[in-house]
């Protein structure tokens, strides 16, 4: 795994002349430990640098300092629709334990992904369980990542599915914000 980098650092080095092209990096850490806010500040440092990130970006929704919600966040155009919500008493449409999703913004997520080609910065936060293990999620993006029609890739991945993560796409870097301050 790489040592912790800025969000600023990372774009510096990987736009820089001579860097190759299809770069994909992972990105995890445990919980709570800022892959989201990393993300975020890749997605602010890129516009003031004139690149125009493409992607989604999982915005937790606190109440009272409880995440009581997702909100999903189509890059560029900045469109957000909430995506999940915590689960009450286990009722409701839902692929994960904790979490109930909101199908319809599922569906308008993978529409997004799938809109997407030839960008320079791809973000993706996150592919998780429901990708991996469930067949439901952001499907469209295990085929626009291994296309490889990006510069530069970032994905956030957790601890737990790596391996997987690595399998899929052998030619990923892993950084772990959890190494260093986010």
Not at 9 to 34: H, M, W, Y
Not at 88 to 114: C, H, I, M
Not at 171 to 178: F, N, P, S, T
Request: aromatic share 10%.
């Amino acid at each position: 795994m790489s040592e912790f980098h800025s969000p600023g650092d990372l774009l510096a080095n990987v736009f820089c002349p001579g860097e190759s092209p299809q770069k994909l990096t992972l990105i995890t850490g445990p919980r709570g430990s800022g892959k989201t806010t990393w993300c975020r500040t890749l997605y602010q440092e890129a516009l003031r640098c004139d690149i125009k990130p493409q992607g989604l970006i999982s915005i937790p929704v606190f109440v009272e300092n409880k995440k009581t919600g997702i909100d999903l966040q189509a890059l560029p155009m900045n469109e957000c629709y909430p995506l999940a919500t915590r689960r009450q008493n286990g009722a409701g449409y839902s692929l994960t334990r904790d979490w109930k999703f909101n199908p319809e913004t599922v569906q308008w997520g993978n529409r997004t992904l799938s809109q997407i080609s030839h960008t320079r910065l791809l973000i993706l936060d996150e592919v998780g369980p429901m990708e991996f293990y469930s067949q439901g999620g952001w499907q469209t993006a295990f085929p626009l990542v291994s296309r490889r029609d990006y510069h530069w890739a970032v994905v956030v991945i957790r601890p737990a599915l790596l391996p997987q993560a690595q399998e899929r796409w052998p030619w990923a870097e892993v950084l772990d914000v959890g190494d260093g301050v986010a």
